[in-house]
């Protein structure tokens, strides 16, 4: 007779197989880093995960959702990870005196995260620029942030403008900008369905607001694709 794993079985095979907070264990749901608290909290997840299911007039004892709730509770833990990161210390580590004085930008970063709405996804790109003070910061920590925001129950708006003060208020350069275009589930596959929309949202500061010419040039880079 084979052995279905029990919910409690994966979890203390998952929590043995981690070692110094990065998990080593095969399975594809398993969680980067396990707390000490973690199988109570899947636990209760999953628990809820079970009642939704009953909700939708589904049986969740059937076998193709055995274990539905205890992926759905993993998946939700690692695209709500955010929470447990500190963006401002994360870009404290990388931080480093350069009279660099020009403009700084990363473009393109692939972001996900979830509308706190509807608990769909929304996805797309966010383009960060600064202008350093003295102060740059090593370019991963930029893509850096904007993941740890994004991986948060967002609405757009406010993820825009985390990801510029978290930048402004750690290197507190001469001006910061932050444009995310990106395209919303609950606008696509629900709602009012339009499968073309793409919201994008703006947050600057200092010279990119007082400049013309700054942004200028900020909006010019992010849309040269040669």
């Not at 628990?47 to 589904?58: D, H, N, R």
């Not at 193709?64 to 759905?72: C, D, F, Y």
């Not at 500061?205 to 992010?222: D, V």
């Amino acid at each position: 007779m084979k052995h279905e794993k029990t919910l409690s079985d994966t979890l203390a095979n998952n929590r043995r197989s981690s070692y110094s907070g990065v998990s080593m264990c095969e399975d594809d749901d398993c969680l980067d880093a396990m707390t000490d608290n973690e199988p109570q909290i899947i636990e209760t997840l999953s628990s809820a995960v079970t009642t939704i299911l009953g909700g939708l007039g589904e049986n969740p004892e059937r076998e193709g959702l055995l274990k539905t709730p205890e992926r759905v509770a993993k998946s939700l833990r690692f695209l709500t990870k955010g929470y447990r990161e500190n963006p401002e210390e994360l870009l404290k580590k990388a931080v480093f005196k350069e009279s660099y004085d020009e403009m700084v930008l990363v473009k393109d970063i692939e972001l996900f995260s979830m509308c706190e709405h509807h608990m769909l996804p929304f996805f797309g790109k966010a383009h960060v620029a600064y202008i350093p003070d003295g102060k740059i910061v090593g370019l991963s920590k930029i893509a850096r942030v904007v993941e740890v925001y994004a991986r948060r129950l967002q609405v757009q708006e406010r993820l825009t403008q985390q990801i510029r003060d978290a930048i402004q208020d750690v290197l507190n350069p001469k001006g910061v900008g932050v444009i995310i275009e990106a395209k919303h589930m609950c606008m696509v596959m629900r709602g009012v369905e339009k499968q073309n929309s793409v919201t994008t949202t703006s947050a600057m500061s200092g010279e990119f607001i007082s400049s013309p010419s700054t942004r200028s040039e900020f909006l010019r880079l992010i849309h040269n694709r040669s």
